[in-house]
T-cell receptor, first 111, second 114 residues
Framework: GESVGLHLPTLSVQEGDNSIINCAYS??????FIWYKQESGKGPQFIID?????DKRQGQRVTVLLNKTVKHLSLQIAATQPGDSAVYFC??????????FGTGTSLTVIP | DAGVIQSPRHEVTEMGQEVTLRCKPI?????LFWYRQTMMRGLELLIY????????DSGMPEDRFSAKMPNASFSTLKIQPSEPRDSAVYFC????????????FGDGTRLSIL
């Protein structure tokens, strides 16, 4: 029979365009958030993090925005490149040392 | 700097066999996590250790699964006996416990149980 798996949201962008990947988190007590990038055959790779006392943080070509009012996190990638093609996960941490991961978004960059 | 190192990278074995997955965390990190990733369930936390002590093993699916951390630089995840539904990619991650720090992942062990 047909197997039912997670339905990953997908995003396709043209090379050079900006990408925005969104994530809704569940726990209003979460105080730390991370974006990970996972390429095929590899483990999740840390991209950028943000603490709950901030609403924006910038890295190299990436920006994370946090809206605690609606429990929403976004990752913006500037001038998207083919090497950015991957699955992107957000992760939230509330109490303790445990993270909860989203299901991921698959980003495809069209050359 | 060496990242989290997992071995083997791939394992194919027949059901009923014992499987042992190994992890070397980043030197100096005092928390270690074992995850399982499947298409059906995504990334699931199985167990995590703090200073070599298991803190939360509520994600371990069954008694067939066990994990140990005999010292700060080594951990194992064992499945005995293995079943086809255990087929997945198993990741190990490590981090600092203190304040908010990211977890750093190894490249995983792709396990196939026939």
């Amino acid at each position: 029979g047909e197997s039912v798996g997670l339905h990953l949201p997908t995003l396709s962008v043209q090379e050079g365009d900006n990408s925005i990947i969104n994530c809704a988190y569940s726990n209003s007590a979460s105080d730390y958030f991370i974006w990970y990038k996972q390429e095929s055959g590899k483990g999740p790779q840390f991209i950028i993090d943000i603490r709950s006392n901030m609403d924006k943080r910038q890295g190299q070509r990436v920006t994370v925005l946090l809206n605690k009012t609606v429990k929403h996190l976004s990752l913006q990638i500037a001038a998207t490149q083919p090497g950015d093609s991957a699955v992107y996960f957000c992760a939230e941490k509330a109490t303790g040392n445990q993270f909860y991961f989203g299901t991921g978004t698959s980003l495809t960059v069209i050359p | 700097d060496a990242g989290v190192i997992q071995s083997p990278r791939h394992e194919v074995t027949e059901m009923g066999q014992e499987v042992t997955l190994r992890c070397k965390p980043i030197s100096g990190h005092n928390s270690l996590f074992w995850y399982r990733q499947t298409m059906m369930r995504g990334l699931e936390l199985l167990i995590y250790f703090n200073n070599n002590v298991p803190i939360d093993d509520s994600g371990m699916p069954e008694d067939r699964f066990s994990a140990k951390m005999p010292n700060a630089s080594f951990s194992t995840l064992k499945i005995q006996p293995s079943e086809p539904r255990d087929s997945a990619v198993y990741f190990c991650a490590s981090s600092w416990t203190f304040s908010n720090q990211p977890q750093h992942f190894g490249d995983g062990t792709r396990l196939s149980i026939l």
